[in-house]
């Protein structure tokens, strides 16, 4: 029984100090999202819905040092390439490096999360949104160029949010380079600096310029790698976006096409296969907090110019919002997977207002007449003003605090607000949860033809 008794005793200090670690539970996230991934990397065991181009692409690419895809810009096609290489022309090779990149997208949420001063628990929601929302595991399932451009995209806000804006912006050219798309991340990067930062501002313009800079060299690096001969980057590059701009309205047709507007306004579903079913769904849960995200996210930016917030907003527009003129300015076409940049920003953002909502239960905020505001801490600025004070001071309750305007209210009704509070986290988790189990791919056999039919 002793023996017994410490070996529990010892594992429970195990399990006491690994969750102490900062990144405790993101590895739990990560390796679930791993197995998920690998639980259904070989169905379908042939291509899907545009992987027929991508891994047609990459034996092109192999075997003929040439590409069939010119419309996109080189590293995101050599990396499915690669993966081929590596672990075989079959479905392990094709997505593989999609779901490294997609696994490694989580792990930048969580960081740009803890950059911008926001709790660990906060980044830990985000990170556990991310990984089940289920646009983002789709995209990180199948071998398209999306996810790699995403990911890169991560990765250079978090080189930004460090201060590594040289980095960062060899992060912003490797994006593009994976998919031209991933040159809206400058846009809120810029966006971002002017409203909050606004420091070492040669730095931050060298930056661009790095950018610039890295992308013409590394594209032409890259094409070397596809070609075996050195290209001329301003030829391939017009021809390239001259290509990507002819895809119209107008010119082009597919059922499943849509304007950037209509992907916040409506619930837009796009079927990649039926046989398992993939859908290119954002989960109705993040969906439908885009709009409530963006209102607070405003408040709280212009109230208190809060950083996480700002970022949010920039992140949005620059990802987003820049889809809609210039939808109307080209007529480009596009559809809903091309939200997926901007996911990662409301995600952030709803688990920043669901991390609250926690700490109004704990309370560790309170409620006065509309606003939720911090309880005040006592610390050493606090002592310190005591001691300096001609005659001791006696504690002040929240009302008396100026500057607070508070309501009286019964005990009673703060507990029901707090356990308002907590239901509504734990049934937006549930539900969250449970639209991740139903629509991801392909976690259940629901036949998808219902959906449409």
């Keep these: 029984m002793e023996i017994a008794r410490r070996a529990v005793g010892g594992v429970r200090t195990g399990l006491a100090r690994y969750f102490k670690w900062e990144y405790a539970w993101l590895l739990i996230i990560v390796l679930a999202t791993l197995a998920?991934?690998?639980?259904?990397?070989?169905?379908p065991n042939g291509p899907l819905f545009d992987e027929i181009y991508y891994v047609k692409d990459a034996h092109v690419i192999l075997q003929q040092h040439t590409t069939e895809r010119t419309e996109h810009p080189p590293l995101a096609k050599l990396i499915i390439a690669g993966g081929t290489i590596v672990f075989g022309d079959n479905q392990y090779g094709w997505r593989i490096p999609a779901v490294v990149f997609g696994t490694a997208g989580i792990v930048f949420l969580y960081l740009i999360c803890r950059r911008l001063n926001l709790s660990r628990r906060t980044a830990t929601l985000g990170a556990f949104l991310f990984a089940t929302e289920n646009l983002t595991f789709v995209m990180s399932s199948v071998a398209l160029l999306d996810i790699f451009m995403v990911t890169l995209m991560l990765a250079a806000f978090w080189l930004y949010l460090r201060g590594n804006y040289a980095l960062s912006g060899v992060g912003v050219a490797l994006s593009t380079l994976a998919k031209f798309t991933g040159v809206f991340g400058i846009i809120a990067i810029i966006l971002h600096w002017l409203i909050k930062r606004r420091d070492r501002p040669v730095a931050f313009v060298g930056s661009l310029l790095v950018a610039l800079a890295s992308f013409v060299g590394l594209f032409v690096a890259f094409e070397a790698a596809i070609y075996h001969k050195l290209v001329d980057p301003v030829y391939w590059l017009r021809y390239a976006l001259g290509q990507t701009?002819?895809?119209?309205?107008?010119?082009?047709?597919?059922?499943?096409?849509?304007?950037?507007?209509?992907?916040?306004?409506?619930?837009?579903?796009?079927?990649?296969?039926?046989?398992?079913?993939?859908?290119?769904?954002?989960?109705?849960?993040?969906?439908?907090?885009?709009?409530?995200?963006?209102?607070?996210?405003?408040?709280?930016?212009?109230?208190?110019?809060?950083?996480?917030s700002v970022f949010v907003l920039a992140w949005f527009i620059g990802t987003y919002g820049i889809w809609i003129p210039y939808s109307l300015l080209t007529n480009r076409i596009s559809f809903i997977y091309y939200f997926l940049p901007a996911v990662g920003g409301i995600v952030m953002g709803v688990a920043i207002g669901l991390d609250r909502l926690i700490n109004i239960w704990q309370g560790k905020e309170m409620l006065a007449g509309n606003q939720a505001l911090p309880l005040p801490q006592e610390g050493p600025p606090a002592i310190a003003a005591a001691e300096a004070s001609p005659l001791p001071q006696p504690p002040q309750p929240p009302s008396a605090v100026p500057g607070i305007q508070t309501q009286p209210a019964k005990r009673p009704r703060k507990a029901k607000l707090q356990w308002a509070a907590l239901s509504f986290v734990i049934f937006f988790l549930l539900l969250h949860v449970a639209i991740f189990v139903i629509v991801a791919p392909p976690l259940n056999d629901l036949s998808l033809e219902n959906w449409f039919h």
Excluded: C, G, Q
Aim: glycine share 0%; hydrophobic share 55%; aromatic share 14%.
């Design 245 to 308: 701009a002819s895809l119209t309205f107008v010119t082009a047709s597919h059922p499943s096409m849509s304007r950037p507007w209509n992907w916040v306004l409506l619930p837009e579903i796009m079927p990649f296969w039926y046989h398992p079913h993939y859908i290119a769904l954002v989960s109705f849960t993040i969906w439908a907090m885009i709009v409530p995200v963006l209102v607070l996210a405003t408040i709280k930016a212009l109230k208190r110019r809060d950083d996480a």
């Design 36 to 43: 998920l991934h690998f639980v259904i990397i070989a169905r």
